[in-house]
């Protein structure tokens, strides 16, 4: 098969081309295959786009679309290749349309480059990949409210430098990691805007002599907007991709501090909350083993995305306008990372689901010196004397520190965000309303 940039179509290759083509193809070959259906929608939409332009005839606009139809069906059933020695999906769709149609396979290339096709696949691919994303988060943060709202009323100790701090609540807890949900996911309107632009029409990057309407082309691929100046679509990849990556990291960071609780709250040193049998995994050698594997493995996936928005940091960080081949590196990064995030949500809920408090150990470890701090504000409230004094106070006689009923402090605890009302209610209207 020759590729669409080649002159020399004899097929001949020597050993030092076929390295060089092993080289700078990559891993596209194999990422290319998620982005096909995107890359099909485009070309349909930019064929459309060619007839309304007086480039093709309808009767021709119709056989592109049907093979267009019949490549999607050969994708869809797993019998659409490439190989190395294709380099890309633009080279095997646009030698199946010219096998299939003759010279009409080779007019859908008018107009348009491998430059806004592959951005506009990408582009694409983002664009349903992180909807999807935030519903999950949706769905994530939704059970872990349920959860917050069902064990609201058991106590458990708060802590500072992973030492116990003051009094805090399952419900308190477990809210704050929904609340910081609900700010990841109402941000999502920067990223959202930064995808929902259309480069199909922008080329090679300055734009086309043919008469191709950019605004027809943006609102059938369900763009809210082209990308104004050409030159714009190349300079944009990368740094798109970069930011994309960067806000997913933001919700994975959200699980990889939630699975660290976990893991730590359900070990034997605390046993707050048991981790259900089934999400968990054994020792080859230790019976007694009960691994927390899911949850570390959230961890290590958050490490493997703040990597991958590394790599794309570096990747454009000096890159002068106009398209470098150093934009192909870009893809994988952020394919993976979106892949990723979506695992990394569903195996979340998996963990919410299995997690179950253990209401004794709670208590129990409601100890005195939790109480410390509202020892102290005791004394204010009944002495009269400063919070500096009463500090003392409890430092020098921390055996004068009680423990009160459950019941009683929650009563007392009436402060929008404390343990006695963790304003879960408030929280449901906030996730509801985004």
């Not at 106590?155 to 003051?166: D, I, L, N, S, V």
């Not at 004394?379 to 020098?396: D, H, N, Q, T």
């Amino acid at each position: 098969m020759t590729k669409l940039w080649e002159s020399d179509q004899n097929g001949h290759q020597s050993d030092a081309k076929k390295k060089m083509e092993s080289f700078t193809v990559g891993k596209d070959y194999i990422l290319d295959q998620v982005l096909v259906p995107y890359d099909l929608d485009a070309s349909e939409v930019h064929a459309h786009a060619l007839m309304n332009a007086g480039i093709l005839t309808d009767k021709e606009f119709q056989k592109l679309k049907k093979t267009l139809e019949e490549i999607r069906d050969l994708w869809k059933s797993g019998d659409f290749t490439i190989r190395v020695e294709d380099e890309d999906m633009h080279t095997v769709i646009e030698n199946h349309l010219t096998q299939k149609l003759g010279d009409l396979g080779k007019k859908i290339h008018t107009g348009r480059s491998r430059n806004d096709q592959v951005l506009t696949a990408l582009r694409l691919y983002e664009k349903e990949k992180v909807s999807g994303i935030l519903r999950l988060l949706h769905q994530t943060a939704d059970i872990l409210l349920d959860f917050a709202d069902d064990h609201k009323d058991l106590p458990m100790p708060g802590f500072t430098h992973t030492r116990k701090a003051m009094l805090s609540s399952v419900g308190l807890w477990a809210g704050s990691f929904v609340e910081m949900m609900i700010m990841q996911k109402e941000a999502s309107s920067g990223i959202r805007s930064l995808i929902d632009r259309s480069p199909l029409g922008t080329a090679a990057g300055f734009g086309t002599t043919f008469p191709i309407d950019r605004d027809f082309e943006t609102a059938e691929l369900g763009f809210g907007s082209p990308i104004i100046c050409s030159t714009t679509a190349q300079l944009s990849r990368g740094w798109v991709e970069l930011q994309i990556v960067q806000y997913i990291q933001g919700i994975t960071s959200i699980l990889n501090r939630f699975a660290s609780d976990v893991i730590l709250f359900t070990g034997e040193a605390y046993s707050f909350f048991d981790m259900g049998s089934e999400i968990c995994t054994g020792s080859s050698i230790m019976p007694q083993k009960k691994n927390p594997d899911l949850a570390e493995l959230l961890r290590g996936r958050n490490a493997e995305i703040a990597g991958d928005a590394t790599t794309l940091q570096m990747l454009v960080h000096n890159l002068g306008s106009g398209y470098h081949r150093d934009f192909q590196l870009t893809k994988e990064p952020v394919i993976r990372s979106l892949e990723n995030c979506e695992e990394m949500l569903e195996a979340a809920i998996l963990l919410i689901k299995n997690l179950t408090p253990l209401p004794e150990n709670l208590q129990k470890a409601c100890s005195s010196e939790i109480f410390a701090a509202e020892s102290a504000n005791k004394l204010v409230k009944e002495k009269g004397i400063s919070f500096r004094e009463a500090y003392i106070y409890m430092k020098e006689n921390p055996d004068s520190m009680v423990i009160a009923d459950w019941d009683i402090l929650k009563s007392h605890y009436t402060q929008l965000g404390s343990p006695g009302n963790p304003g879960l209610e408030k929280l449901r209207e906030q996730l509801e309303s985004g």
